[in-house]
């Protein structure tokens, strides 16, 4: 038995509260809430009371703490740099969560300060291990869709949102918000580097001054496409995950999976393009048959497309049960056993990089 990591949690509130504390719960013998952060009193009271920990209001204090050895970041998007700095700085380790900062040339900032205490920096993409995600990359990589030249991601609501995360200021807007989450998905789902890319951002039901409507899409140097769509604004939304493969297609609505696909065990038979010329319903096969001799192209006796009938095998599954908290169980590993952390450093600047790309030259650049 090792001891508990002793955790300084910074920011008490929808994500610091909500999540990160509601994830801990189980993993006591893991992880020990030892102090606090915030800059709402009423919110270090709380976690006093729960966790019987020290607090304090100032975020430098904390650092500070000699019995904090992990500084779990959850405050505002605009003060994760600063925030993760200091603390790498203070020789602690990093949980950060996302977005790990505001800007890919901020995210470079980040990563060169990680290079000089190796090993300390933790980010929570805790959506890689979303089940409905596994679920698809399994279906994928099994081969019954064929290949795969075509992925489409959509996360639909209307929202008329007005908190600080419809302000640009503070980090605000769905590039931030769900984009680094469907934008990592989407690099993972291309599977080769990104060779071109597309995007269009609008405001539509959201106030404040950020995007609360993105259209990415990126093409891979494999010829694949993912489009990925993440909306405030889109009233009747679209299923969260649609697949296109040469021998069969997926979509995924909340914890069901629609496969439809050729049988495997069928082998289909072989064509080739037919230059003949279909006869149209007012056309008795005899009489144009009869001419096909003045154009020299031998007519066919069926309507245009082919007339087989496809072995399609089509099923509605459940996803498999899973949970993304096991990145918590990861940082341990990592922490304590010196295993590798499944999300990359350079896997989450590339998502930066992404995400920059699509708002530049926009009036919602940074």
Same mark, same amino acid.
């Given at each position: 038995m090792t001891e508990p #990591?002793? *955790?300084?949690?910074?920011?008490?509130?929808?994500?610091g509260w909500g999540m990160h504390c509601?994830?801990?719960?189980?993993?006591?013998?893991?992880?020990? #809430?030892?102090?606090?952060?915030?800059? *709402?009193?009423?919110?270090?009271?709380?976690?006093?009371?729960?966790?019987?920990? =020290?607090?304090?209001?100032? *975020?430098?204090?904390? %650092?500070?703490?000699?019995?904090?050895?992990? %500084?779990?970041?959850a405050t505002? !998007?605009?003060?994760?740099?600063?925030?993760?700095?200091?603390?790498?700085?203070?020789?602690?380790? $990093?949980?950060?969560?996302?977005? *790990?900062?505001? !800007?890919?040339?901020d995210a470079l900032r980040l990563a060169a300060v990680a290079e000089k205490h190796p090993g300390r920096l933790f980010i929570r993409q805790n959506r890689r291990f979303d089940p409905d995600f596994i679920h698809v990359q399994e279906i994928i990589a099994s081969g019954i869709l064929g290949e795969v030249y075509e992925i489409r991601l959509a996360r639909h609501n209307f929202q008329r949102r007005d908190d600080w995360q419809t302000i640009k200021e503070f980090g605000g807007g769905?590039?931030?918000n769900w984009g680094p989450h469907i934008v990592d998905h989407a690099l993972r789902f291309l599977e080769s580097p990104v060779e071109s890319m597309f995007s269009d951002l609008k405001q539509i039901a959201a106030v404040g001054d950020a995007e609360?409507?993105?259209?990415? $899409?990126? =093409?891979? !140097?494999n010829g694949r496409l993912v489009d990925l769509e993440i909306s405030g604004g889109v009233a009747l939304g679209a299923p969260t995950y649609r697949v296109f493969g040469t021998r069969g297609s997926l979509a995924l609505t909340g914890r069901e999976i629609h496969l439809k696909y050729l049988d495997p065990a069928q082998p289909l038979k072989p064509r080739k393009a037919d230059p003949g010329t279909p006869e149209s319903n007012d056309e008795p096969w005899h009489v144009i048959n009869a001419q096909k001799g003045a154009t020299g192209i031998t007519p066919r006796k069926n309507a245009f497309g082919p007339s087989e009938t496809l072995p399609w095998i089509e099923t509605k599954i459940p996803v498999k049960a899973g949970s993304?908290?096991?990145?918590?169980?990861?940082?341990?590993?990592? #922490? =304590?056993?010196?295993?590798?952390?499944? #999300?990359?450093?350079?896997e989450v600047l590339e998502v930066m990089r992404v995400i920059s790309a699509a708002r530049k030259g926009t009036r919602f650049d940074l």
């Open positions: #990591i002793k *955790i300084g949690m910074a920011g008490i509130g929808r994500a509601e994830e801990l719960k189980g993993r006591e013998a893991q992880f020990q #809430i030892v102090a606090a952060c915030d800059l *709402i009193p009423l919110r270090c009271e709380k976690m006093a009371e729960r966790y019987q920990c =020290r607090t304090t209001l100032k *975020i430098d204090e904390l %650092v500070k703490m000699p019995e904090v050895e992990l %500084v779990d970041i505002r !998007s605009n003060d994760h740099l600063a925030h993760a700095v200091l603390a790498l700085e203070a020789g602690k380790y $990093v949980y950060l969560e996302k977005p *790990i900062c505001l !800007s890919y040339t769905q590039l931030l609360d409507h993105i259209k990415i $899409v990126l =093409r891979g !140097s993304n908290t096991v990145l918590w169980d990861h940082l341990h590993a990592a #922490i =304590r056993e010196g295993k590798p952390f499944p #999300i990359r450093l350079d």
